[in-house]
């Protein structure tokens, strides 16, 4: 056999001595490669697609190195596509087995260890630690079966091991050059659409946006940033690399006059217009609007990524709905301005809070907690496909009225002209600190709401109805009375949020709801 070849060789070795020992290589090789699992076929496989099949041609490939395998950045997850390796835990030259963590991969939704499926040494790394994302597939190291083979891999580049398989497809091409591998044309920077001026959300992973609101840049959508990710998507290595001052201007139209480009803007802000349903056997396929297949992407995240526990509490409304009525009272009303509602003093009651808390207006940075100054609550506004979460920026420092205009405004904009879109709004699409929503209107009791990251809370409130509650009055003789009461409960990210905490949070939410005076302190 060839193994007794390899054993049996004189030292003095010539041509065909060497000829053989690659020959007994290859056949050790394609005999391991029988013996892997299937998953570890397919990233060798992944492997030698991506360096043109210079795993197939295994005697061109052994005769610059000694038998290896080149490694693949894994796929961790069904949805993964690519990742940043953020810690190695083997250093080249290192021993490894079978379940042995190699390195940490950090994804957009979590950090993952890659584990070994097979014992083997780490030959080369080629992308060190911390170097930006890495789609999946892309060649991250090199192991070898034996110690001694490591040193040749000193001066390994991926490059070089991929040249002769690309010299050998080439006969192919030119034998069929009516068929030739397409090659993909860099994509000029200047040509980027311009999201914000079609009101069309753009295609971004979750820490891309988180990122951008990290450094200041606002929503993504408004951000002439080319995606370098599949599809065109935004990666969060395209914000780190994003510099404004450099950041290619809109493409400068001709207007002829202020009246005319009026329309056409107008126009460009338009939405498009949705396909018609489509009928089937007993079903109907409707279509959905770019932001609410973004938000469904976002909550589905978020529902996988935060460890999510819920509190409720019990509210007594008396004392609030009396404030109200006394402000609407002494504040000169028109005929379509209903006022202070109920809703905006929870919303005040609940920034109060996050300033007796402030632990609570936090968020996870995987490494650290972040705490805000400044509490901004999204609002949910409008249902099923019209569903949004306008932003009501500082609602601790600001007074009732302002937060009551607020809210108005951004109502009218979701029940305005029909084929309008709010997401052309600034800031409409903005994530804050904390998120309320309100489903009393639904007589909804209470209901548990997913948090939105990178938030560590989000509050829902039940409807609001008259109970039979016990008597807290000493000096009547009824033990029973009637009041108007509340449900509400909160959703924590248990890793920012913990169940102290939160009932922390909630007592003071209480207090200044039933008591509503401390609100205008």
Same mark, same amino acid.
């Given at each position: 056999?060839?193994?007794?070849?390899?054993?049996?060789?004189?030292?003095?070795?010539?041509?065909?001595?060497?000829?053989?020992?690659?020959?007994?290589?290859?056949?050790?090789?394609?005999?391991?490669?029988?013996?892997?699992?299937?998953?570890?076929?397919?990233?060798?496989? !992944?492997?030698?697609?991506?360096?043109?099949?210079?795993?197939?041609?295994?005697?061109?490939?052994?005769?610059?190195?000694?038998?290896?395998?080149?490694?693949?950045?894994?796929?961790?997850?069904?949805?993964?596509?690519?990742?940043?390796?953020?810690?190695?835990?083997?250093?080249?030259?290192?021993?490894?087995?079978?379940?042995?963590?190699?390195?940490?991969?950090?994804?957009?939704?979590?950090?993952?260890?890659?584990?070994?499926?097979?014992?083997?040494?780490?030959?080369?790394?080629?992308?060190?630690?911390?170097?930006?994302?890495?789609?999946?597939?892309?060649?991250?190291?090199?192991?070898?079966?034996?110690?001694?083979?490591?040193?040749?891999?000193?001066?390994?580049?991926?490059?070089?091991?991929?040249?002769?398989?690309?010299? @050998?497809?080439?006969?192919?091409?030119?034998?069929?050059?009516?068929?030739?591998?397409?090659?993909?044309?860099?994509?000029?920077?200047?040509?980027?659409?311009?999201?914000?001026?079609?009101?069309?959300?753009?295609?971004?992973?979750?820490?891309?946006?988180?990122?951008?609101?990290?450094?200041?840049?606002?929503?993504?959508?408004?951000?002439?940033?080319? *995606?370098?990710?599949? *599809?065109?998507?935004?990666?969060?290595?395209?914000?780190?690399?994003?510099?404004?001052?450099? @950041?290619?201007?809109?493409?400068?139209?001709?207007?002829?006059?202020?009246?005319?480009?009026?329309?056409?803007?107008?126009?460009? @802000?338009?939405?498009?217009?949705?396909?018609?349903?489509?009928?089937?056997?007993?079903?109907?396929?409707?279509?959905?609007?770019?932001?609410? $297949?973004?938000?469904?992407?976002?909550?589905?995240?978020?529902?996988?990524?935060?460890?999510?526990?819920?509190?409720?509490?019990?509210?007594?409304?008396?004392?609030? $709905?009396?404030?109200?009525?006394?402000?609407?009272?002494?504040?000169?009303?028109?005929?379509?301005?209903?006022?202070?509602?109920?809703?905006?003093?929870?919303? !005040?009651?609940?920034?109060?809070?996050? !300033?007796?808390?402030?632990?609570?207006?936090?968020?996870?940075?995987?490494?650290?907690?972040?705490?805000?100054?400044?509490?901004?609550?999204?609002?949910?506004?409008?249902?099923?496909?019209?569903?949004?979460?306008?932003?009501?920026?500082?609602?601790?420092?600001?007074?009732?009225?302002?937060?009551?205009?607020?809210?108005?405004?951004?109502?009218?904009?979701?029940?305005?002209?029909?084929?309008?879109?709010?997401?052309?709004?600034?800031?409409?699409?903005?994530?804050?600190?904390?998120?309320?929503?309100?489903?009393?209107?639904?007589?909804? !009791?209470?209901?548990?709401?997913?948090?939105?990251?990178?938030?560590?809370?989000?509050?829902?409130?039940?409807?609001?109805?008259?109970?039979?509650?016990?008597?807290?009055?000493?000096?009547?003789?009824?033990?029973?009375?009637?009041?108007?009461?509340?449900?509400?409960?909160?959703?924590?990210?248990?890793?920012?949020?913990?169940?102290?905490?939160?009932?922390?949070?909630?007592?003071?939410?209480?207090?200044?709801?039933?008591?509503?005076?401390?609100?205008?302190?």
């Amino acid at each position: 056999s060839l193994l007794d070849i390899h054993h049996f060789l004189p030292t003095d070795r010539s041509n065909a001595t060497i000829m053989a020992m690659s020959l007994g290589r290859t056949a050790l090789a394609r005999a391991a490669r029988r013996s892997l699992s299937s998953s570890s076929r397919y990233n060798l496989n !992944k492997n030698a697609s991506i360096l043109g099949g210079a795993l197939n041609n295994n005697s061109r490939w052994f005769a610059s190195y000694p038998a290896h395998e080149v490694v693949g950045m894994p796929s961790l997850s069904p949805t993964m596509e690519s990742g940043t390796i953020s810690a190695w835990n083997l250093e080249e030259g290192a021993s490894f087995n079978a379940g042995d963590v190699i390195c940490s991969v950090e994804t957009d939704k979590a950090t993952v260890d890659f584990e070994a499926q097979d014992e083997g040494v780490v030959a080369k790394i080629i992308v060190e630690a911390g170097s930006g994302e890495i789609p999946c597939g892309t060649p991250i190291l090199v192991t070898v079966e034996d110690e001694a083979d490591v040193p040749a891999f000193k001066d390994f580049v991926v490059e070089e091991a991929a040249a002769p398989a690309a010299a @050998a497809a080439a006969p192919v091409e030119e034998a069929a050059p009516a068929a030739p591998t397409p090659v993909a044309a860099p994509t000029p920077v200047a040509a980027a659409p311009a999201p914000a001026a079609t009101g069309e959300r753009v295609l971004a992973s979750p820490r891309a946006h988180t990122l951008a609101k990290e450094k200041g840049y606002g929503e993504i959508s408004a951000l002439r940033i080319v *995606g370098t990710g599949p *599809g065109g998507r935004i990666i969060a290595q395209d914000v780190l690399d994003y510099d404004p001052s450099s @950041a290619p201007a809109p493409v400068a139209v001709a207007e002829t006059t202020t009246a005319a480009a009026a329309p056409a803007a107008a126009a460009a @802000a338009a939405p498009a217009p949705l396909p018609e349903p489509v009928k089937g056997p007993g079903y109907t396929d409707y279509s959905l609007p770019t932001s609410a $297949m973004e938000l469904a992407s976002r909550l589905h995240t978020s529902k996988q990524n935060v460890p999510h526990y819920y509190l409720s509490i019990d509210l007594s409304l008396d004392s609030l $709905m009396e404030l109200r009525s006394s402000l609407n009272s002494t504040m000169k009303l028109d005929e379509n301005d209903g006022g202070i509602s109920v809703n905006d003093l929870l919303m !005040k009651a609940a920034a109060s809070a996050m !300033k007796t808390v402030p632990a609570a207006n936090a968020s996870w940075m995987e490494n650290f907690i972040r705490v805000y100054d400044s509490v901004d609550i999204n609002v949910v506004v409008g249902n099923g496909s019209s569903l949004y979460a306008p932003v009501i920026r500082d609602a601790g420092r600001r007074g009732l009225k302002a937060l009551s205009d607020d809210v108005a405004a951004a109502t009218a904009v979701v029940e305005g002209e029909e084929g309008s879109d709010p997401t052309t709004v600034p800031g409409f699409g903005d994530v804050g600190t904390f998120t309320m929503v309100n489903l009393g209107m639904f007589g909804v !009791k209470s209901a548990a709401p997913i948090i939105r990251e990178p938030q560590a809370c989000a509050l829902a409130l039940g409807v609001i109805e008259n109970r039979i509650v016990p008597n807290d009055d000493v000096e009547s003789e009824e033990i029973y009375k009637e009041s108007v009461m509340m449900t509400a409960t909160l959703s924590c990210d248990h890793r920012v949020v913990d169940g102290a905490v939160g009932a922390q949070w909630l007592s003071a939410f209480k207090n200044h709801v039933e008591n509503p005076v401390t609100l205008l302190l």
